[in-house]
C-alpha cells in the first residue's frame, strides 16, 4: 500500500465489498483488497465454476450467448457466473454494489481480474489496433445511483492497460426501457432502438477490434445492439463482462456446473 492508500484507510476504513465487515490491514493490503478472507474464498471458488458448453473454468471460457452469436461477437469473457434470483452469493452482492454505489475500491478490483482478457486481446491484435467501450446506462438510472458501472470499468481498464477508452454509443431518450418479460424478438428490437452510434466515432472504430465492456450479461441483448453497431461501422468486437447470468433462458445462457 502507498502512503496515501495508508491515509486514506485510516481516514476511510476499507470494508468488504460482499459482507460490509471491516477490513484487516492484511486483507486491503492484498491483490483481492476488496473482499474479506471469507468473501474472498467464496469469490475464488465461484470462479472456478466450469462452462458445461466448453468445460473451461468460468473465468477462461469464451463462450458467447445466443444473441451475441447472432451479432457475430468473437468472444464474451466473465469472471463469474451471476445467481439468477438470489441476493447472498458473493457474486451478486458484489454486482449489486457496483450497480448502486460509487465504489472505485470494487470497480478497480474487478478491472484487474478483467485486465487478463484485455492484454491477451491486445497481444493478439497489435498496440493501436484495440479501443475499449462501454453500454451506457439510461440516464435515469445512472441519475437513481449516481454512477455508470459499465462505464467506470471501462475507465479503470484503461488507465491499467492504456488502451484508449471512447464513449462510442449513446442512449436514444426515446427509447423504450427494456423489459426482462419481453419475448426474444422484442427485445431485440427494443435494443436495437435503444443505442445509437455517435458519428463522429464511426471513422474512429472502422477497422479496430472493440472490446465492449459491461457489469452483466443476462441474454446480451444490449451488447448485441451495441455490437451490430460496432459491425455496420467496420469493426471486430469483443465483450467483457464482470458476470453472465446462469439463467437458462429462452436465449440459451450459461447454465453453470457445480463441481
Ligand atoms: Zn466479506
Ligand atoms: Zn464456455
Not at 445511483?145 to 492497460?161: F, I, V
Not at 442512449?171 to 436495437?192: D, F, G
Request: hydrophobic share 40%.
Amino acid at each position: 500500500m502507498s502512503a496515501s492508500d495508508r491515509i486514506r484507510a485510516l481516514l476511510f476504513p476499507p470494508k468488504c465489498s460482499s459482507c460490509k465487515t471491516l477490513l484487516s490491514w492484511y486483507e486491503a493490503g492484498r491483490s483481492n483488497g476488496a473482499l474479506c478472507g471469507a468473501c474472498a474464498e467464496k469469490w475464488e471458488s465461484a470462479q472456478r465454476e466450469l462452462c458445461i458448453f466448453c468445460g473451461e473454468t468460468v473465468n477462461r471460457c469464451a463462450c458467447l450467448t445466443e444473441e451475441l452469436k447472432h451479432a457475430r461477437a468473437e468472444a464474451l469473457y466473465k469472471a463469474v457466473y451471476y445467481v439468477h434470483g438470489k441476493r447472498d452469493p458473493v457474486q451478486n452482492r458484489v454486482i449489486f454494489q457496483i450497480k448502486n454505489t460509487r465504489s472505485t475500491r470494487t470497480v478497480q478490483w474487478l478491472a484487474s481480474l478483467l485486465c487478463v482478457h484485455l492484454e491477451r486481446i491486445r497481444s493478439e491484435r497489435g498496440d493501436g489496433a484495440v479501443l475499449l467501450t462501454f453500454v451506457p446506462r439510461g440516464k435515469q438510472a445512472k441519475l437513481d445511483s449516481g454512477t455508470d458501472q459499465a462505464e467506470a470499468l471501462a475507465r479503470a481498464l484503461s488507465k491499467l492497460s492504456g488502451i484508449p477508452v471512447r464513449k462510442v454509443f449513446q442512449r436514444n431518450p426515446h427509447a423504450k426501457r427494456p423489459q426482462k418479460t419481453l419475448s426474444q424478438t422484442e427485445r431485440i428490437r427494443v435494443a436495437k432502438e435503444t443505442f445509437v452510434l455517435r458519428p463522429e466515432m464511426g471513422k474512429e472504430v472502422c477497422g479496430k477490434t472493440v472490446v465492449l465492456v459491461d457489469d452483466i450479461v443476462t441474454t446480451g441483448a444490449s451488447m448485441a445492439a451495441c455490437g451490430r453497431l460496432l459491425r455496420g461501422a467496420g469493426a471486430s468486437f469483443v465483450c467483457l463482462s464482470v458476470a453472465v447470468s446462469d439463467v437458462i433462458c429462452d436465449t440459451g445462457a450459461f447454465p453453470p456446473k457445480k463441481k
